[in-house]
């Protein structure tokens, strides 16, 4: 089966710097997808970046996080780090990632396997 789980997050001024990892487990040894999704208290889950792991794709970031934050994968790890920087209070929001094995990054909304999610809380 395939398990996800986030560390990092905390607490941090505007401003600042967190870096958040995500593991995945069971998920063969083919390209899957990995991404980072946020969740703002009141709104929806909105993805933020994604990469294939174990391929030579490039990641995506959405409009509101391009040029702050970056992604980076180890592949042999099955890991996708999430560095923040320049954190606004508007980036406030439990972060979660997802994989699956199954599910192109483009559709990443329809990921089976979700972590439980870290909270990043930025005051101004």
């Known amino acids: 089966a395939v398990e996800v789980a986030e560390s990092g997050g905390g607490s941090v001024q505007a401003g600042g710097s967190l870096r958040l990892s995500c593991a995945a487990s069971?998920?063969?040894?083919?390209?899957?997808?990995m991404a980072w999704f946020r969740q703002a208290p009141g709104k929806g889950r909105e993805p933020i970046a994604y990469?294939?792991?174990?391929?030579?794709?490039?990641?995506w970031y959405a409009d509101s996080v391009k040029g702050r934050f970056t992604i980076s994968r180890d592949n042999a790890k099955n890991t996708l780090d999430l560095q923040m920087n320049m954190l606004n209070p508007e980036d406030t929001a439990m972060y979660y990632c997802?994989?699956?094995?199954?599910?192109?990054?483009?559709?990443?909304?329809?990921?089976?396997?979700w972590g439980q999610g870290t909270q990043v809380t930025v005051s101004s």
């Open positions: 990469m294939t792991v174990n391929s030579d794709g490039s990641p």
């Open positions: 069971g998920t063969g040894r083919g390209p899957y997808c």
């Open positions: 997802g994989a699956d094995p199954h599910v192109r990054c483009r559709d990443s909304d329809e990921f089976n396997y």
